[in-house]
C-alpha cells in the first residue's frame, strides 16, 4: 500500500506572555506568544511538525488559513511529495484561487510555511538526520532544485546558486567539525524588552556577558529620552567590547528613522534593527545612507524573497535576518540564503518566540555548511523563553547553538503543551490549571 | 442614547464564476469570484456594507480575518468611529497582536479594509450622499486628515498633499457638471479572458468599440504564440485608434517579461499590467526601462501605500491601478491618489470580480474632482457580470461610468444574492437553486 498523509491538524496554542511584558517591543507591548501547531500524519503512523508563530489575537485566523491549504496534500501520497519540496511548495502558494489572499505574504503564505516545514520536519525524521544535517548532505544541485527562482533570476540565475554553493564545498570536513564541537554563535534579546525597568536591563545585561554572549540586543522606539537612558546603562553593564544592537521593531518612518538614530549614536549601536516598515526597501536604503557606520538590519517581517532581493538589489541592509516561518518554509529561506551569499551580505536570523529557535538554527547551521561557509559577523538571536515546551529544546553553551541531534526540523511541542495552553479551552486559559 | 456599533456580521459568498471562465488569466485560470462580505449594524438599526473579494477558495479565511477584528469595534459609539475613519483603520492595522498576521497586507489587511469600507458607507449614507460626493465635499485639510503619514512623509509630506489638494480647487464645478453629464471614463476587459476561443474574443472586441470604449484589455502571458494570435485578431478588430492593454497576472520573472513584451510590440500594446510580482518594485524598474514605450501598469495586488509610494519613487510604474477592497480602504486609497497625483502618473484603478467596479468608481471620481483634476490618461476597468447582485450597480453610459446618485460607497448586496450565493450551503451550491 503507497503510504498517504492522511491528516493535517492544526492546533491553537498561545502562552500568556503579556503577563510579564516578555517580548515588548514598541510595536508589540503586551504580546502572547503563540503558535498555529501543525501535525501531518501519515497512513504508516510517521508524523511531522511545524508551526506559524504569531503573538496573540489572530492565531485563530492563522490556524484558519492553514486549513484551508490542509486538502491540497490531505490523501496524497508521501514519497511524491517529499521527493519534490519546491512543488509542494509551488502546489500550496500557487493554487489559482488561494493564492489571491497573498500573494506570498501574510496569512497565507505563513500557512503554507508552516505546512512546507512540516513536511521537511518528516523528511528529516525518515533521514533519521537533524534538518541542519539533511540539508547540508544534499548536493548543490539538489540544493538549487528546491528553489523557486522565477521572481528571482534577475538577481540570481541557477548558475550563480550553483556557483555559491560548489564555492562552499572547500573546507566543509572542518567547518563541520567546528560546528559539533562548538556549535553557532548566538545573541541575545533577552535583556532588552522595552518592558522591564533599569534594574533588570542591567542585571541581565551583565549576566549575558558572563553568558558567553558577544552580542546583546536592545528594543527602542517608543520614547527617546528612555532609550537613551537604556542604552548608556546597557552599555556601561557590557563594557566597550560587547556589541549593542537596537531594534525598532517597524515604529519609525524614514525621517523618524535617521534622526532618532543619530541621538543614539554615541552609544555605538551595532545594527538598527526594522527602522521601519518591513516593505520599505528604498526607505531602508535611505536609513542606511544616512547613519553608516551603524549598520542596518531588517527581514523578520519580510513577506518573502522578492523583498530581500530588493533589499540586496539596492543595498538597503548590512544584515539580512531570515524567519524560520515568515517567508515559504525552509525553501524560501535557501532562496534568501542564497541571495544573502551572492551579494556577500551576512544573515542573522530572527528567533525567540514559540519555536522560532528550535527552528532557524538548522537553517544557520546549513549556511554555515554549504552556503557562506563562514561565521564572521554571522550568530542566530537567542531568547530564553518558552523552550520546555519543545521535545528538543534549543541548547545554548557559551553563547552558541548546540548543533542539535536528534532528527527533524526542530518544531514538535509537548502533547501536554499542546493541550495546556490550546486557546481558548486549555486549562492555562480557562483557569483551570493546577 | 448613545448610538452603538451593535454587530458586524461577515458573509461567505461565492458566485460559480469558473463554470464559463469568465474572469481567466494566466494565474486564474478558474476563479470563483467571491465576497466575504460585510454588514455593520448599530443600535438604532442603520447599517453600512463592505466587502473584501477573493477568487473562491480561501474566502472563508477572508471571513475568519474580518471576524477577527469585529471585537475592536463592536460596542464602541458609531459617531466616535465615524468621526475619525484614520484611527478607526490605525484600531485595526495598529491592533499589537493583529498586525503579526500582516502587518498591513494578505487576509488581515483586506479584512480592514472590508470594515472600513463598511463604515464609510454608512457615513456616506448618514449624509446622504453617494462616498464619491461624501469625499468630494471634504476641505483639503479634512482630506489630509484621513492619511497616515507615518511610512509616507519620505516621499509625501502633509503640506505637499495640501499642496495637491489647493491646486485641484480650481475649475472644479466645471468637472463636477462634466460628471455629472458625461460620466468617468471606463475601459473594459470582458473581451479579453484567457478561456474565450478566438470568435469571441473578435466579436466581444468589436462590440466593445461599438460600444464607445477607447481602451480594451487583453490577458497575456500562458503561452507566447496564443498572445500573439489573439492580440493581432483584437487589433484588426478594433483597428489602430484603439488602446489595446494587455495584463500577465505576475507570470512572469523580470528577464522573461521584457522578452516577452518585444515580441507583442508590433502589436502596440497600450500597457503591460503586472509583468511580474507585485511586490517586486526593483522589478517593474526594470522592465519599464526596457520596454518603453509600452507603459507598465500596476498595484491591484500593491498590498499598502507604502509599495506605491515605492513604485513611484523608483519610476517603476506609468500607470498606477488602486483597487478598492486590498489596501487599507478608502484611506489607504486616498493616500495612494495624493501619492500619485504628487509624482504626476495616473490612477487607473482595479475593477471587475465582486463589487470592484461598483466601489472603486467613487475614488476615481473623488481624484477627478478634488485630487488630480483630470481624466487625461485615466480611466476605469470595467467588466460586464455580477452587477445584478448590487443594490446599485455600476452603469456604464457610451463607454463612461455614469456617477452614482445614491447614497453610499456600493458594497450593498441584494439579500437574496448573499443568500443564494453563500458558501457552501446556499441553493446554488448545494444544486437546490429553482
Chains 1, 2 share one sequence.
Not at 122 to 129: E, N, Q, S, T, V
Not at 191 to 211: C, F, I
Amino acid at each position: 500500500m503507497t503510504e498517504l498523509i492522511s491528516s493535517l491538524d492544526t492546533y491553537d496554542v498561545r502562552f500568556p506572555t503579556s503577563r510579564h511584558l516578555d517580548g515588548s517591543d514598541a510595536m508589540n507591548p503586551f504580546p502572547d506568544y503563540s503558535a498555529a501547531y501543525v501535525v501531518v500524519r501519515t497512513t504508516e503512523g510517521r508524523e511531522g511538525y511545524g508551526l506559524a508563530f504569531t503573538v496573540g489575537r489572530g492565531n485563530d485566523v492563522q490556524v484558519a488559513g492553514i486549513a484551508a491549504l490542509a486538502p491540497l496534500v490531505v490523501g496524497r501520497p508521501v514519497d511524491e511529495l517529499l521527493a519534490d519540496p519546491a512543488a509542494l511548495l509551488r502546489l500550496m502558494t500557487g493554487d489559482s484561487q488561494l493564492r489571491w489572499l497573498g500573494p506570498q505574504k501574510g496569512v497565507i503564505h505563513m500557512a503554507a510555511s508552516a505546512i512546507l516545514n512540516a513536511f521537511w520536519d518528516l523528511a528529516a525524521r525518515a533521514a533519521g538526520k537533524p534538518l541542519w544535517r539533511l540539508l547540508a548532505d544534499l548536493s548543490p544541485e539538489q540544493v538549487v532544485s528546491l528553489v523557486d527562482f522565477q521572481y528571482l533570476r534577475d538577481a540570481l540565475t541557477e548558475d550563480e546558486a550553483l556557483d555559491v554553493l560548489r564555492a562552499a564545498r572547500a573546507g566543509r570536513d572542518e567547518r563541520l567539525a567546528r560546528l559539533l564541537e562548538r556549535g553557532y554563535p548566538a545573541y541575545t534579546t533577552t535583556p532588552g524588552w522595552l518592558g522591564y525597568d533599569d534594574d533588570k536591563l542591567a542585571r541581565l545585561s551583565t549576566m549575558a556577558v558572563e553568558d558567553g554572549y558577544r552580542l546583546i540586543k536592545l528594543k527602542v522606539g517608543a520614547r527617546l529620552d528612555d532609550d537613551v537612558r537604556r542604552l548608556a546603562i546597557a552599555r556601561q553593564a557590557v563594557g566597550p567590547d560587547i556589541r549593542i544592537a537596537v531594534d525598532a521593531n517597524q515604529i519609525w518612518g524614514v525621517p523618524e528613522a535617521i534622526e532618532w538614530m543619530r541621538r543614539l549614536r554615541p552609544y555605538q549601536p551595532y545594527w538598527i534593527e526594522e527602522p521601519t516598515s518591513p516593505d520599505d526597501v528604498l526607505g531602508h536604503a535611505a536609513v542606511r545612507r544616512a547613519i553608516a557606520p551603524i549598520k542596518v538590519a531588517t527581514g523578520e517581517h519580510a513577506a518573502n524573497p522578492i523583498i530581500f532581493k530588493q533589499l540586496l538589489q539596492a543595498n538597503a541592509v548590512d544584515v539580512i535576518q531570515i524567519d524560520a516561518c515568515r517567508v515559504g518554509g525552509v525553501n524560501e529561506n535557501i532562496a534568501i540564503l542564497l541571495l544573502a551569499a551572492k551579494f556577500g551580505i551576512p544573515v542573522c536570523p530572527h528567533a525567540g518566540g514559540v519555536g522560532l529557535c528550535e527552528m532557524v538554527q538548522h537553517l544557520a547551521m546549513f549556511d554555515y555548511l554549504s552556503v557562506s561557509g563562514t561565521t564572521e559577523g554571522r550568530m542566530v538571536e537567542f531568547v530564553d523563553h518558552l523552550h520546555e515546551h519543545f521535545v528538543e529544546p534549543a541548547r545554548i553553551e557559551a553563547g552558541h547553538y548546540v548543533a542539535p541531534r536528534a532528527p527533524g526540523g526542530g518544531a514538535q511541542m509537548h502533547p501536554a503543551s499542546v493541550a495546556d495552553f490550546s486557546f481558548p479551552d486549555g486549562p492555562q486559559w480557562t483557569g483551570r490549571a493546577a
